[in-house]
């Protein structure tokens, strides 16, 4: 196990992580943080008919198990560009961890690299890449794009992640426009934060967050700021992004992909795929993968689930492109059936952002340590000796 001077790394609350399951720690993270903050994370869109789509589809898809073909210890490892990983798992991209927990991005690229698995560090993270890269020399950091309208500083972005370390680039490509969260509006959560006397009071009801991440970044001059932006249009994450410059691009073609292509050295991957021939045009470009996902249910209300998109991306993308996936995912059984379905491997986005509120570092590395061991109890209880063998099994479907 990799070890860290201990003064290199911000201050967390200590205490062990009192949880056993993604239930659990989803529960201790909505006592702990704010209740705009936890809705933030923990919520859809619209009706958010996309979030019961993701749960009930895990639900309903069933694996016929071979009792009489029981593993005594089932291999979870898988081989993902060319390298063999203990686990399928990677920690997604996902904003707004500084405010989960001080500093929050650092702790999560720690415990990343206790855990054994990848963490992709987000455009909008309050911690930059190279921070991040500096106090966890031994993390295997990834990086997630989301592209401005000023080009130059898009590329110039590229380079700071390059020179970083970062050799695996995601680039999303699933936010055409800004989903409707009925939930912030009302929670007065957003971007920009709109301070109310309900938010006041939201904050005053969960002292521990308040003393131990808000005030902290108080005392250092304000709330965190989007680190990757450029000084001049860096803002705290309470307030928007007023330069058009950096706004978010909303479309993408073949020609942009063949420019990132292009200027990107390292592995790339497109994330936001849900349509076979989409896929297409991925490789064509020379993608490395793509990343089968719905956004966490987060931004197309009605859009097909990962799991149900998957068959049919795997076998037209053939055996040997790399195909991630996420979305939903809350369970070592969840990533199971989505490997079953033709995932080479699975990104986790609120369960480690929940184990980071419940128990800061430990609780990031014992979130992925639950899913790992889920994942590990499936294989033997349905008769699996090893990952690959999920796409061979007897699956139903019993909606």
């Not at 911690?127 to 020399?137: F, H, V």
């Not at 996902?293 to 009605?302: A, F, I, L």
């Not at 929940?354 to 979130?367: C, N, R, T, Y």
Request: hydrophobic share 45%; charged share 20%.
């Amino acid at each position: 196990m990799t070890s860290f001077p201990a003064k290199a790394w911000p201050e967390t609350m200590r205490y062990s992580p009192a949880f056993h399951d993604f239930d659990e720690m989803r529960a201790r993270a909505c006592k702990r943080l704010p209740h705009a903050l936890f809705e933030y994370i923990d919520r859809g869109t619209e009706a958010e008919t996309a979030l019961s789509a993701l749960h009930e589809g895990f639900g309903a898809r069933r694996i016929v198990p071979r009792t009489l073909n029981a593993p005594s210890d089932p291999n979870i490892a898988t081989r993902l560009f060319s390298t063999l990983r203990q686990c399928p798992f990677i920690i997604a991209p996902t904003a707004l961890a500084g405010l989960v927990a001080f500093e929050g991005e650092l702790i999560m690229a720690r415990a990343a690299a206790r855990a054994g698995v990848p963490f992709c560090v987000a455009t909008q993270s309050s911690s930059s890449i190279d921070r991040i890269a500096k106090y966890a020399p031994d993390a295997e950091l990834w990086f997630q794009l989301y592209v401005w309208r000023d080009r130059e500083e898009t590329w110039r972005l590229l380079e700071r992640a390059r020179r970083a370390g970062v050799t695996t680039l995601l680039l999303t490509v699933d936010t055409p426009a800004s989903p409707k969260k009925v939930h912030n509006l009302h929670n007065g959560f957003g971007i920009p934060l709109k301070p109310s006397r309900r938010l006041v009071w939201d904050f005053i009801r969960h002292p521990g967050w308040v003393m131990t991440v808000a005030a902290r970044y108080i005392a250092q001059g304000g709330l965190p700021s989007y680190a990757h932006y450029p000084v001049q249009a860096r803002t705290s994450v309470a307030r928007s992004i007023s330069d058009p410059r950096f706004a978010l691009e909303t479309s993408f073609g073949a020609d942009f992909l063949n420019e990132l292509r292009n200027r990107w050295k390292g592995r790339l991957l497109v994330k936001g795929i849900l349509a076979p021939e989409d896929g297409h045009i991925a490789a064509a470009a020379g993608c490395d993968g793509i990343v089968v996902s719905s956004h966490g249910g987060r931004n197309h209300d009605s859009a097909v689930t990962p799991l149900a998109a998957l068959p049919a991306i795997r076998a037209a993308a053939g055996p040997e492109m790399a195909i991630l996936a996420d979305s939903g995912v809350r369970r070592g059984s969840d990533a199971a059936k989505l490997i079953g379905a033709g995932a080479d491997g699975v990104l986790l986005g609120r369960a480690p952002l929940f184990g980071l509120a419940a128990a800061g570092q430990d609780g990031v590395i014992a979130a992925i340590e639950c899913v790992r061991e889920e994942l590990r109890a499936f294989l033997s209880f349905s008769g699996v000796s090893q990952l690959t063998q999920l796409r061979h099994a007897v699956w139903q479907d019993e909606r």
